[in-house]
């Protein structure tokens, strides 16, 4: 099926002329590059030492200047940059200049603290705007964060500190979720029990008491009071790190996708402006959260180096009611909407009555991320919440890409259940394990040709790992897919043994080590079964060791146990009790065969799969 949008002009790529990205892509990226503000040009616009890449070589910049100062001087500053809005209904409105102002004060109270260029700081919040405040105060000043989910529990959290290696962290007492309060301190605090932190700054979002440590722990409102409004962005090499954000892959250790000021900034600037058509006068909502790479790239970073006006909304979907979403969007008149699969089915569930009672006529680009959209789901976007109105960008991308790569351009003919093409010279295709591109209607391998500048520089001390990702020249992104006879790529899911439940990426081998720390416990295995909602749901099969038997009390408890450990998110939905595991002869868990016999498909046709 073929749908054309209605409109087919009048958006930001208009402007461009793209048929110099398909030809020349170094040549697009530098002019994009000049749109935004460097302390000195680059010299080269890309090098390449295969497989490592960096860009806009010699260029001197730091993405905050582009996010926040350089406005300070027009008209730009007095736009609002954030409308907040409370799980509980408080609302916040930050202009530019309220966002520099609180930017800068939590810089030098960093600075203060003794965080200097280059350090790890840990940022572990809510959906609060101190968690986008943090991001950029620790960017200001040259240091590198990593943004932790705060749905992620101790464990989690420890890997990442201390991976990171880092000294600092910025949380909160705790935050409200659907209700409930969730005391994110004493999290951190079991978290970094017997690490070496020399600061934990903390942000009173509910007031409640908390263990506040001598000389280690500090309120925020304390480590900001005195400070100036002022201070001065440290100017980064192009290539300097921006930030680390660890993702699941398929070893247990999480990986520390490293990005960096210079690439990372001109793609998801371009990419905000050009596919999700952000302009001055759009209220512009994701639902993403900042602790993945969607709100780093969509809702911190594009939005704002494009002087955009954002929503950012604290709590569940679905509090105090299925309504909340819809009501936001006519509250604030939101005009773009990027959201997620998982979302909007779940929402398609409860019918149409609950949008129709809301006036949703101020949107005009719908997107979605991070699963494939079934073609029934994506007609329900288009007719139900776009009114037929809105163009749809299904974004393909990842944590490691940084930004957007294969889509549709929001004036390009749109197939349901189809990504699209690979953007701006981006060249992305289907290929065998060999590296052979694959005709169309053959399954593959969804891979990349050519680099780009937002695409990761490395992962976090394992160079290893960043080479592992290109094989026989080409990008492998560790996904299924395949492409029609236009070229349109459908993605099909994930290829190695990553779950993505609700969108979330998750390794089977985290949630394995997680199960393992239940005392009754001897084996896991963990396996991704499709659901109607969340796309995939996690069952986990478990050998017991000798003298405990099954029970649901049972389950619940190693239930409970996932959710100390690694977070609710990871909690197995499904837990089944067994004798033992299908093994290969080397001992590997063969996770391939139970999920064949879960699904009841012939055990057969996975034996190529298999790795012996
Ligand atoms: O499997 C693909 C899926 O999400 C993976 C990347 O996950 P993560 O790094 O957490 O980033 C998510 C947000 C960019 C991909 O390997 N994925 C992402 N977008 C899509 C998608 N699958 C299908 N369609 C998409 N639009």
Known sequence: MEISPKKTTGFNLDNYDLKIAEENPEKFWEKIASELYWFKKWEKVVEINYPFHKWFIGGKTNIVYNCLDRYMNTWRKNKVAIYWEGENYERKTLSYFDLYKEVNRLANALKNLGVKKGDRVVIYLPRIPEQIISMLAVAKIGAVHSVVYAGFSSQALRDRIMDADAKVIITADGYYYRGKVRKLKEIVDDAIKDLNINKVIVVERLGIDVDMKNGRDI??????????????????????????????????????????????????????????????????????????????????????????????????????????????????RVTIFYTTPTALRYFKRFGEEPIL???????????????????????????????????????????????????????????????????????????????????PGEKGYLVIKNFFPALMRTIYKNEEKYKSYFRHGLYYAEDYAVKDEEGYIMILGRSDEVIKTSGYRLGTFEIESAILTHEAVAEAAVIGKPHEIKGEIIKAFVVLKEGYKPSEELKESIRKKVREVLGPIAVPAEIEFVDSLPKTRSGKIMRRVLKARELGLPLGDLSTLEED
Not at 263 to 278: C, E, P, R, S
Not at 279 to 296: F, L, M, N, S
Not at 359 to 376: A, Q
């Open 219 to 332: 309120y925020y409102n304390d480590a900001v009071k005195g400070m100036s409004y002022e201070c001065k962005t440290e100017v980064m090499d192009s290539e300097d790190i921006l930030f680390i954000l660890y993702t699941s892959g398929t070893t247990g250790k999480p990986k520390g996708v490293v990005h960096v000021h210079g690439g990372y900034m001109v793609g998801v600037y371009a990419t905000t402006k050009l596919i999700l058509d952000v302009k001055d006068e759009d209220i512009y909502w994701c639902t993403a959260d900042p602790g993945w790479i969607t709100g780093h790239s969509y809702i911190v970073y594009g939005p704002l180096l494009n002087n955009a006006t954002i929503l950012f909304y604290e709590g569940a979907p679905d509090y105090p009611n299925i309504e909340r979403w819809w009501e936001l969007i006519e509250r604030y």
């Open 357 to 439: 009672k809301h006036d949703l006529s101020s949107l005009r680009l719908l997107g979605t991320v991070g699963e494939p959209i079934n073609p029934e789901v994506w007609l329900w976007f288009y007719k139900t919440i776009g009114r037929e109105n809105c163009p749809i960008v299904d974004t393909w991308w990842q944590t490691e890409t940084g930004m957007h790569v294969v889509t549709t351009y929001p004036n390009m003919k749109m197939k349901p259940g189809y990504a699209g093409k690979g953007i701006f010279g981006i060249k992305a295709d289907v290929a065998d394990e060999n590296g052979k591109i694959l005709n």
